[in-house]
């Protein structure tokens, strides 16, 4: 006998259909690559993630294909997450820092027939081309009129791809347990080595950020992205903020200690995360100011990892701004 309570596949378009329904007016915000903000809603991101789903079945991008992105934390790469994956296509991030030898060899072994890419990486893409033998299109994340100058062509601009598709009406059903994202290892012996996300073990991990004794993200959260999307799933953040109804601001390619700091005062963050590097350029800046060029901040909670925290990292943090830092690195 089977207990048909809640009864259903745990997949990634419940999720953005969840977020969109019960949080829809939370915000989204990124910065644009000229540096100002835009501003989006989880009830847009659901939209918008429909209409990647759309514009990839024009393209007769098939379930179970490899879509890859070379991009920043911006909220073209956001829509990418959740339109991919919910279509039962594979997201592929792939991490732009690594040598060009091995994000050729990470596409090339994934098979992606699609890559989405940031006008800045369009160099390291001319390098490698010719090596991606399953590559078929190349999508821009950006609008047509700010498509770089390159001898390239056949270049899509991202914003005109998915502003001119109509948005699907509906998911598609999928087993939970197929794949949804795929990430390549670094720092390992060899090649790089794929890891393959099911729908399944995002939403459970998701679950878990969510609880008091994990991230305890919650709808009251203004969450700082800092973590890169091309990251294991950005420690699967973007999916707990979803689950919980989170605010999540996307600061791009400006990482510098100014630059995080004017997102953390001027969006009121309460929780953002990331690899200790940052933190510690933050901790140095903010010991150069004086009490009066501080800004007032919301913020209760770090999480480092990617590296081991320094117990003067956490001890400056919470002596000088009253905040808690929790190191998740380590086995």
Same mark, same amino acid.
């Given at each position: ?5 809640? *009864? ?19 915000? &989204?915000?990124?910065? /644009? ?5 835009? /501003? ?10 429909? @209409? ?23 909220? =073209? ?12 296509? &594979? ?21 992606? /027939?699609?890559?989405?890419?940031? %006008? ?6 001319? +390098?490698?081309?010719?090596?991606? #033998?399953?590559?078929?299109?190349? &999508?821009?994340? $950006?609008? @047509? ?26 998911? #598609? ?18 090649? %790089? @080595? ?12 998701? !679950?878990?950020? $969510? ?26 953040? %973007? ?18 200690? *100014? ?11 309460? !929780?953002?995360?990331?690899? =200790? +590097? ?12 004086? /009490? ?7 913020? +209760? ?13 956490? @001890?400056? !943090? ?8 929790? *190191?998740?690195?380590?086995?």
């Amino acid at each position: 006998m089977l207990g048909l309570m809640q *009864q259903r596949e745990l997949t990634i378009g419940s999720l953005i259909d969840h977020a969109a329904q019960n949080h829809g007016t939370r915000e &989204v915000v990124g910065r /644009r690559h000229d540096g100002s903000l835009e /501003r989006s809603t989880w009830a847009d991101i659901s939209v918008r993630s429909r @209409k990647v789903a759309a514009a990839l079945d024009d393209m007769d991008i098939e379930p179970g294909d490899r879509v890859a992105t070379l991009a920043w934390n911006r909220l =073209p790469h956001l829509e990418l997450y959740f339109g991919v994956t919910s279509a039962g296509r &594979v997201l592929h991030t792939v991490n732009p820092r690594l040598h060009a030898d091995q994000v050729a060899y990470i596409i090339a072994h994934s098979s992606a /027939r699609l890559l989405c890419v940031e %006008p800045d990486f369009l160099p390291v893409l001319e +390098t490698i081309i010719g090596r991606l #033998p399953d590559l078929e299109r190349i &999508v821009v994340l $950006c609008s @047509k009129a700010e498509l770089p100058e390159t001898r390239r062509g056949g270049l899509i601009p991202y914003h005109e791809w998915v502003d001119t598709a109509d948005p699907i009406t509906a998911w #598609p059903p999928l087993d939970e347990n197929i794949a949804s994202n795929l990430c390549y290892t670094s720092g390992t012996t060899g090649h %790089p @080595k794929g890891v393959l996300y099911s729908h399944r073990s995002t939403l459970l991990h998701a !679950f878990s950020a $969510c609880s008091a004794d994990s991230m305890a993200i919650s709808a009251r959260d203004n969450i700082l992205l800092v973590t890169p999307l091309f990251h294991v799933n950005a420690w699967g953040v %973007p999916f707990a903020a979803a689950m919980a109804g989170a605010s999540v601001v996307l600061p791009g390619s400006a990482l510098d200690p *100014q630059s995080i700091l004017d997102l953390l005062a001027s969006e009121k963050i309460s !929780f953002t995360l990331g690899v =200790p +590097t940052v933190w510690l350029g933050l901790v140095a800046h903010l010991g150069s100011l004086s /009490r009066e060029e501080t800004p007032p901040l919301a913020l +209760t909670r770090i999480f480092m990892g990617g590296a081991a925290t320094p117990r003067s990292l956490i @001890k400056d !943090f919470r002596d000088l701004l009253g905040v808690e830092v929790v *190191q998740a690195w380590g086995m």
